[in-house]
């Protein structure tokens, strides 16, 4: 209970939920949104655990981590990297920059909580065989909203679901904003980033529709192939209008 452990997370929504699970174990908690903020952060406090997203803006979570290894108050802090991508040579580079451990989002609590627990050589609480999500959806989900993955996800705690949801519906506009920027632009590669930023937070907050769409724009993005580039951005509007509109409807009733 006396733990301090440090949460790196560019993903205002995620943020909130492993936040909010580090809390319920008595832990204190410090948050910041980007790698560099990381560094400074151990320079100053001493922690028991760096939870680290491997992609984030100003310096990402692999160079933070090698900052970290370089500082003296660094060096021993166990490191558990959260990412969306498991491929074996992201892996790979990530453990040579000195990470410990992975996570792959979205956050399953049970697993974290094991893997947290191998970390520190403690127990927290029993942990259960984590469940297993499945990731690739041949097609589109029909429903906007997933209230029962949603609350799965946020191990049964109402108010937590509702608030990551209404942050995430409040963040929306901006994060469209920017992927329609890069879109006018044609910049791909910027695209590509922009739709996996939002993935995370649809990964958590059960909107399976939209998780497909912005999954199946940023793979078209990749292979930048412009046609399916154009049909994912219109379906995505359409999507993020039915998502607005069912958080007002509900804010009405």
């Given at each position: 209970?006396?733990?301090?452990f440090?949460?790196?997370?560019?993903?205002?929504?995620?943020?909130?939920?492993?936040?909010?699970?580090?809390?319920?174990?008595?832990?204190?908690?410090?948050?910041?949104?980007?790698?560099?903020e990381?560094?400074?952060?151990v320079?100053?406090?001493a922690f028991?655990?760096?939870?680290m997203?491997l992609?984030?803006?100003?310096?990402?979570?692999?160079?933070?981590?090698?900052?970290?290894?370089?500082?003296?108050?660094?060096?021993?802090?166990?490191?558990?990297?959260?990412?969306a991508?498991?491929?074996?040579?992201?892996?790979?580079?990530?453990?040579?920059?000195?990470?410990?451990?992975?996570?792959?989002?979205?956050?399953?609590?049970?697993?974290?909580?094991?893997?947290?627990?191998?970390?520190?050589?403690?127990r927290?609480?029993?942990?259960?065989?984590?469940v297993?999500?499945?990731?690739?959806?041949?097609?589109?989900p029909?429903?906007?909203?997933?209230?029962?993955?949603?609350?799965?996800?946020?191990?049964?705690?109402?108010?937590?679901?509702?608030?990551?949801?209404?942050?995430?519906?409040?963040?929306?506009p901006?994060?469209?904003?920017?992927?329609?920027?890069?879109w006018?632009?044609?910049?791909?590669?910027?695209?590509?980033?922009?739709?996996?930023?939002?993935?995370?937070?649809?990964?958590?907050?059960?909107?399976?529709?939209?998780?497909?769409?912005?999954?199946?724009?940023?793979?078209?993005?990749?292979?930048?192939r412009?046609?399916e580039?154009?049909?994912?951005?219109?379906?995505?509007e359409?999507?993020?209008?039915?998502?607005?509109?069912?958080a007002?409807s509900?804010?009405?009733?």
């Amino acid at each position: 209970s006396d733990r301090h452990f440090l949460i790196a997370e560019d993903n205002t929504v995620n943020l909130r939920l492993i936040s909010s699970l580090l809390k319920e174990s008595g832990a204190r908690v410090t948050e910041v949104t980007n790698g560099k903020e990381a560094t400074e952060a151990v320079q100053r406090s001493a922690f028991d655990l760096i939870v680290m997203d491997l992609h984030m803006p100003v310096m990402d979570g692999q160079e933070a981590t090698k900052v970290i290894r370089s500082m003296v108050s660094g060096k021993k802090i166990p490191i558990l990297a959260l990412t969306a991508d498991a491929m074996p040579e992201h892996r790979e580079m990530a453990f040579s920059a000195g990470i410990d451990e992975f996570l792959v989002k979205p956050i399953d609590e049970l697993q974290m909580w094991s893997v947290i627990q191998k970390l520190l050589g403690f127990r927290v609480a029993t942990v259960a065989a984590p469940v297993a999500t499945p990731t690739g959806m041949v097609e589109k989900p029909s429903r906007t909203r997933d209230l029962a993955a949603a609350l799965q996800i946020a191990g049964g705690r109402n108010q937590l679901m509702e608030e990551m949801f209404s942050r995430f519906i409040a963040e929306l506009p901006e994060q469209l904003q920017s992927i329609r920027q890069c879109w006018k632009n044609q910049d791909w590669a910027a695209l590509a980033s922009a739709a996996h930023r939002l993935h995370g937070a649809t990964a958590i907050c059960g909107v399976p529709a939209m998780n497909y769409l912005v999954n199946a724009l940023e793979q078209a993005a990749r292979m930048q192939r412009e046609e399916e580039i154009n049909r994912w951005m219109e379906e995505l509007e359409q999507e993020s209008l039915n998502l607005v509109n069912e958080a007002k409807s509900k804010a009405e009733r």
